[in-house]
C-alpha cells in the first residue's frame, strides 16, 4: 500500500554530485543486494553500445525497464563493471524516509521528482546533468514498476521532454540507451514458492485444496483478492473471466471521477490513471497547507492508486504455460498490494543488457515527433528486453558457499486482512457517494 505522499510539501532533492560515497560504498553494494534482495548480477551485455556513446563524450539517458525495488542497485552494479557512477530519477516517496536513508539516496546519486506534474527543478536538473555529460542519467519511462519483468509498460514522456530539452541546450550529442533488466531463479523455486502460497492462502483465509497446481492455487487467490475488491467497491462480484472483472472494476472506479474533470474516458487504464492523478497533484500543489483539509482528494487519489494496481495485476500474464519467475512475481505483487511485504522467495540472479543508442535530435520539437519518439524508445526497450528472455536462464558456475536454498524473512510483519481492506474504507464510501450522486442527477 502506498504512503500519502502528497500530503507532504514537496522540496526538490537535488543530487550529491560528489562520487566519494559511491566510491566507497562500492565494495559493500554486492553482498548488500545479495542480502536485501536475494539477487546477484551475472552477465552485462551491450556495453559496447554504452562505451561508445562515453567515448563521443554524449549526454547519456539511460531508459530501463522497471520491475524490481533492486533495479536501480542493479544497473549500479552493472555501471561499475566500466568503472562509471550513474545518476538516477527517483520518486518524491523514496525521499520521505528518515535523514540518514535520504543521505544515501543523495549520496548515490539519486535525486527526486514529483511524478504526474510539471516538476520543473527535477527537469532543470536532469537537462544540466546531461548537458554536461559527465555522468549518464537513469530514468523508469514506466514511473513505477508492475512486477512483470517479461513486458514494458506503457512509457510517459518525461524522457522524451528531457531529452529534446538538453538538445536544444547544448551541441554535444544527447542519446538514448534502452536498457533491459531480467530476473532469473538460479535454482528450482517451487516449494519456495508453494511455502509462501500457503502463507497468502492462510491470510486470505482460503481454505486449502491438496492436489491443486501451484498456478491455479495462484490463481485461486487472484480471483479471491479481487472479489474482495470488488465487494468493498461495489457491493457485489461481478461476473466474467478474471481479466474482464479486473478491467470492469477499474473502468468503474475511474468513472465516478472522470466527471469531476469534465474529461472523456479516452486510453487505456494506466492513461486514464495518470491523467486524472495530474490534474489532483496539481490542486494538492495549489492548495499548499490546506490540503489536508480535503478528503475528497485523499479520497480520489487512494482510488487512483487502486486503478493503478488493477492494471498492473494483468491476468493474461499468467496465460498458457507461464514461466516460475511470472507466477514468483504474481505472488510477489499480492503480498506487496494487500500485506505490505517485500521480501525475496528465492536467490535470483539477474542479466543487464544495454541497447543502442537513438539520437535524440532525430526528433523535431513539435508534439507528433515527442510521441515518435516515445514510441521508438517503448519499441527499443521491448525489443532488448525481448533478446535478454529470449536467451534464457544463464548458466551459472557452482561456488562453494553459495545458499540457494536460503529461506528469505519479511522484515516486517504482514498486516492482518481486515487492517489491508480498512485502509479503504473511507474511499469505498465515497466512492458509494459519488456513485448516487452521479445516478440522482442522470435521473
Not at 15 to 34: F, M, N
Not at 57 to 63: S, T, Y
Not at 76 to 89: K, P, S, T, V
Request: one cysteine or more; glycine letters at 6%; hydrophobic letters at 40%.
Amino acid at each position: 500500500m502506498h504512503s500519502r505522499y502528497y500530503v507532504k510539501p514537496y522540496r526538490f532533492q537535488p543530487p550529491d554530485r560528489r562520487t566519494i560515497w559511491a566510491h566507497l560504498a562500492r565494495p559493500y553494494v554486492a553482498p548488500y543486494v545479495r542480502r536485501a534482495f536475494g539477487t546477484e548480477l551475472s552477465e552485462v551485455t551491450g556495453l559496447e553500445h554504452l562505451q561508445a556513446s562515453l567515448d563521443r563524450q554524449a549526454g547519456i539517458l539511460l531508459a530501463a525497464n522497471h520491475c524490481r525495488s533492486a533495479d536501480p542497485l542493479v544497473l549500479g552494479m552493472a555501471g561499475a563493471r566500466i568503472r562509471r557512477f550513474f545518476y538516477y530519477l527517483a520518486s518524491f516517496h523514496l525521499f520521505q524516509q528518515p535523514r540518514l536513508e535520504v543521505w544515501k539516496l543523495r549520496g548515490f546519486g539519486a535525486m527526486s521528482v514529483l511524478r504526474d506534474t510539471a516538476d520543473h527543478q527535477a527537469l532543470r536538473a536532469c537537462i544540466q546533468i546531461l548537458t554536461e555529460a559527465r555522468r549518464p542519467l537513469v530514468v523508469f519511462p514506466e514511473g513505477t514498476y508492475y512486477r512483470r519483468n517479461d513486458s514494458v509498460g506503457p512509457l510517459q514522456h518525461g524522457v522524451s521532454l528531457i531529452c529534446r530539452r538538453a538538445a536544444h541546450a547544448t551541441r554535444r550529442p544527447i542519446v538514448i540507451h534502452p536498457v533491459a533488466i531480467k530476473y532469473w531463479f538460479i535454482d528450482d523455486a517451487e516449494a519456495a514458492l508453494a511455502r509462501r502460497v500457503t502463507r497468502l492462502e492462510l491470510q486470505f483465509r482460503i481454505p486449502p485444496a491438496p492436489g491443486m497446481s501451484l498456478l491455479a492455487r495462484v490463481l485461486r487467490i487472484s480471483d479471491h483478492a479481487l472479489g474482495l475488491w470488488e465487494q468493498e467497491f461495489l457491493g457485489r462480484t461481478n461476473a466474467g473471466t478474471l481479466s474482464e472483472r479486473t478491467q470492469q472494476l477499474a473502468h468503474t472506479l475511474l468513472q465516478s471521477i472522470e466527471p469531476r474533470d469534465n474529461v472523456v474516458p479516452e486510453g487505456s487504464i494506466i492513461e486514464r490513471v495518470r491523467r486524472l492523478r495530474r490534474s489532483r497533484v496539481n490542486r494538492i500543489a495549489q492548495l499548499g497547507q490546506r490540503r489536508v483539509a480535503d478528503p475528497t482528494l485523499c479520497h480520489e487519489m487512494d482510488i487512483l492508486y487502486l486503478c493503478q494496481l488493477l492494471f498492473s495485476q494483468s491476468p493474461d500474464y499468467l496465460d498458457g504455460a507461464p514461466s516460475i519467475e511470472r507466477i514468483g512475481e504474481t505472488v510477489q505483487r499480492l503480498e506487496e498490494d494487500w500485506f505490505d511485504m517485500d521480501c525475496p522467495v528465492a536467490p535470483m540472479t539477474a542479466v543487464v543488457q544495454f541497447g543502442p543508442a537513438i539520437d535524440a535530435r532525430a526528433f523535431s520539437d513539435q508534439p507528433a515527433r515527442r510521441d515518435q519518439l516515445t514510441a521508438a524508445l517503448g519499441e527499443a526497450m521491448s525489443e532488448t528486453l525481448a533478446q535478454v528472455v529470449a536467451r534464457g536462464r544463464p548458466t551459472l558456475p557452482r561456488r562453494r558457499g553459495r545458499r540457494t536454498t536460503r529461506e528469505f524473512q519479511p522484515v516486517h510483519p504482514m498486516i492482518s486482512l481486515d487492517e489491508a481492506i480498512g485502509r479503504f474504507h473511507s474511499s469505498s464510501a465515497a466512492f458509494r457517494g459519488w456513485e448516487a450522486a452521479l445516478g440522482a442527477s442522470q435521473a
